[in-house]
């Protein structure tokens, strides 16, 4: 597609839920990236993904989250037991940078997936 | 912890005025990128800036590196009800890192 896409773009689950958020990437853009923003900060980082495989996975707080990206393209977001806590703005973000994240270029971004739990 | 903090953290100013926002950041880098984020949207990148470089212009954009200060610093000339966003410097570490951002707000 011509940008990156995320749905749903809004999602209100109870306590304890299962969710899943997709990102479709700019076609071609090997890097993929989730990122979480919470009301009036910045993007926090979670994971990103260099073609199918989590190059860096650090930022993903608990093992309640999970990221996919079976054939390199569109990944998936994946909560389990959401809490409260976890309510945010989940985006993505792609890139056709390599491994040198910003030294050729800079990511692009979908619109997010707010989440809410209630 | 966060790489790349802003400052101000909130701008408020009167339309056709220059607005200013700054960035420091804590190791060394090889470039800096700011990006522009309107209210319930995603990011957008304005512009990149090497480590190699002092300044860099975009339309109304001037960016400035200075490396021995490890700061950067935004300047929106001429600015326009439509600059209101949030602004947020962004270093790349591997992945890349944001700041908290600054809250530009242009009064018509």
Redesign the interface.
């Known amino acids: 597609g011509a940008g ?1 896409s995320q749905t749903p773009s809004n999602k209100v689950t109870e306590k304890g839920k299962y969710v899943e958020l997709r990102c479709d990437p700019i076609s071609g853009h090997t890097a993929l ?1 989730w ?1 979480r923003q919470s009301l ?6 979670l994971i ?1 993904f260099q073609g199918t495989g989590a ?2 996975d650090s ?1 993903l707080p608990n093992d309640r989250f999970f990221a996919v990206r079976p054939e390199g393209s569109v990944s998936t977001l994946k909560i389990q037991r959401t809490e409260r806590g976890d309510s945010a703005v989940y ?1 993505c ?1 792609s890139s056709s940078s390599s491994v ?4 050729t ?8 997936s707010r989440l809410t739990v209630l | 912890s966060q790489q790349g903090e802003e400052d101000p953290q909130a701008l408020s100013i009167q339309e056709g005025e220059n607005a200013t926002m700054n960035c420091s950041y804590k190791t060394s880098i090889n470039n800096l990128q700011w990006y522009r984020q309107n209210s319930g949207r995603g990011l957008v990148h304005l512009i990149l800036i090497r480590s190699n470089e002092r300044e860099k212009h975009s339309g109304r954009l001037r960016v400035t590196l200075d490396t021995s200060k490890k700061s950067s610093s935004l300047l929106i000339t001429a600015s326009r009800a439509a600059d209101t966003a949030s602004y947020f410097c962004a270093k790349p570490l591997k992945k890349l890192v944001f700041g908290q951002g600054t809250r530009l707000t242009i009064n018509p």
């Open positions: 990156v990236y990122y009036g900060q910045g993007p926090e980082f990103y190059a860096d930022g985006l973000a040198r994240i910003g030294e270029g800079e990511l692009f971004f979908g619109e997010g």
